[in-house]
């Protein structure tokens, strides 16, 4: 079983930055997948960012060019660098391995 645990959301204003972070309970360079997600009020969850144990990286169209997605196998954390937000970036961040193991989210404010 596989233990994630997100840190890092909150309020931040326009054109703001944040950084998330996802602890693991196990290394995650056995994880062959690890996603950021994401739920804005009365959305489905949709897939913002993800990684694999090689390094590949994905983002969703709305994000490209301000997210940035890394990963730290010393620290077995996964961090989602934010930049540039917006007010459509609010919602709750969820990370996830392979879509099995789901941490309990954090939430993302983008608001004056």
């Known amino acids: 079983q596989v233990q994630l645990v997100e840190s890092g959301g909150g309020l931040v204003q326009p054109g703001g930055s944040l950084r998330l972070s996802c602890a693991a309970s196990?290394?995650?360079?056995?994880?062959?997948?690890m996603a950021w997600y994401r739920q804005a009020p009365g959305k489905q969850r949709e897939v913002v960012a993800a990684?694999?144990?090689?390094?590949?990286?994905n983002y969703a169209d709305s994000v490209k060019g301000r997210f940035t997605i890394s990963g730290d196998n010393a620290k077995n954390t996964v961090y989602l660098q934010m930049n540039s937000l917006k007010p459509e970036d609010t919602g709750v961040y969820y990370c996830s391995s392979s879509g099995r193991w789901w941490g309990q989210g954090t939430q993302v404010t983008v608001s004056s």
């Open positions: 196990v290394s995650i360079a056995s994880l062959f997948h």
């Open positions: 990684i694999t144990s090689g390094g590949s990286t």
